[in-house]
DNA sequence: ATGTCTTTGTGAACGCGTGCACAAAGATGG
DNA sequence: CCATCTTTGTGCACGCGTTCACAAAGACAT
């Protein structure tokens, strides 16, 4: 997940799996929802719906965090909501910079999901002169002259990159250089980043391309049953492109 | 990933592992980049630096689709930009809507990465009478109303959801019954859809909880000297909440 | 107090994904 | 034509994540 740089030890931290972590944000999603209908306690089955996960999975993932159920009752939704809290780090505040104010950059400005959960948008920052000043949110825009200065004046260490491909991995030093160490990058590229900084990326354009690849198999097995031909079939002749010699299918940027 | 229904074959289609599906959009990315700097051909290692993971990893990749490189030599740009492509069923013309045209909405239909790969905004749709007709990055928004004769329409099977998650469902719903058959979800909630249906979800907050939990590991750890403690240590005292009997430390939404 | 019934917590098996390491393939030079 | 050198393609082993299935734990009724 977090493209970082090569490789990384899967960040197994405290014995608590990757996994189980990127999955702790959808529990207390569906946990807060619980609280906010006054619901005292939720079964793992339940909650597992809800969540839409399996539920001997969510039970070890609780496991990891402790035994926090009750055998032949449930979890209390309350106490769970506070240990899920805790263990993601979201009972503290986290002052967030967001770098390139575009249209993605306002849209995640104005998001309120960061907010709610103990993340606070410390500063809005771009590179063209002419937003300086501007309010996108309510917080006006900072040039990026001032990067550095924003991050050590607010203690910053989570840092979202929502700027064009070809400033982000300039824009991603500086941050890094001021002691962010961790990034949510929105830029499409593979950002090089230290050892000790976190990159997590989030991509349009990939996750439309998976689905186009499933799609286009579903349609493909539909029109041809669903033979039971192993591989290498309907590769040459599936699409219109005839011969493979020299093919100028180029793809603009 | 794809948070469809309970669960599913782990879509293992015809044969190319669904991890490797997911890496194909970011090797296309970097062979697409060579490909404009009119680069001939590239060897596994360098692509694979430049796609930012293991090199063995990338000829298993692509070893999945065929033997499309030489030996001594390494691949054909143009070659593998186009084999990639079309795997990736990027040949031909996607047509997509996005449905909540808000912050979110406006700025994905102003994407660039969305035009560029064969996706095309077929329509945009939001539930506001009065955003109806209003153009939004060239393209009128069209009321909820006709979202079933849109869909139709244009043959679109591919939908995008940004609306708020109180509504995210029963738009799924509405998307699924006209013929949709992939969607990409931004909104904070779990869908439920028919089999044969893939769904993909990008939440901008679970993207940041878990940057939290790494950040507020990381800090811990430099508070501790990491001593070779396995596990079940600094879990009580690590924060400055004492006793965990009953917190009323819940999260707003 | 005892028995029953529900639900948790986890041992164990399995499958997928990753990365090493190397043989095979082909290019290139003499 | 042969030798050398580069780079692919892949067999193999390992580790993580998922899931099943069940024993232990506790609630609740009698």
Partial sequence: MATGRTHRPATRSRGIPEATVARLPLYLRALTALSERSVPTVSSE???AAAGVNSAKLRKDFSYLGSYGTRGVGYDVEYLVYQISRELGLTQDWPVVIVGIGNLGAALANYGGFA????????LIDADPAMAGKPVAGIPVQ?????????????VSIGVIATPAGAAQQVCD???AAGVTSIL????????????????????SIELQILAFHEQRKAGEEASG??????AVTREE????????EHPAVMPA
Same sequence: chains 1, 2.
Avoid at 143 to 155: A, F, P, Q, S, V
């Fill in 238 to 245: 599936s699409t219109d492109q005839g011969p493979d010699g």
């Fill in 46 to 48: 339940e909650l597992a």
């Fill in 143 to 155: 040039h990026t002259d001032d990067l550095e200065k924003i991050i050590t004046d607010n203690g």
């Fill in 226 to 231: 669903e033979a039971a031909v192993p591989a």
């Fill in 185 to 204: 990058n929105f830029a499409p590229t593979v950002l090089s980043v230290p050892d000790g900084v976190d990159v997590r990326k989030v991509d349009l």
């Fill in 174 to 176: 500086r941050l890094v």
């Fill in 116 to 123: 709610s959960r103990g993340f606070r948008v410390a500063a």
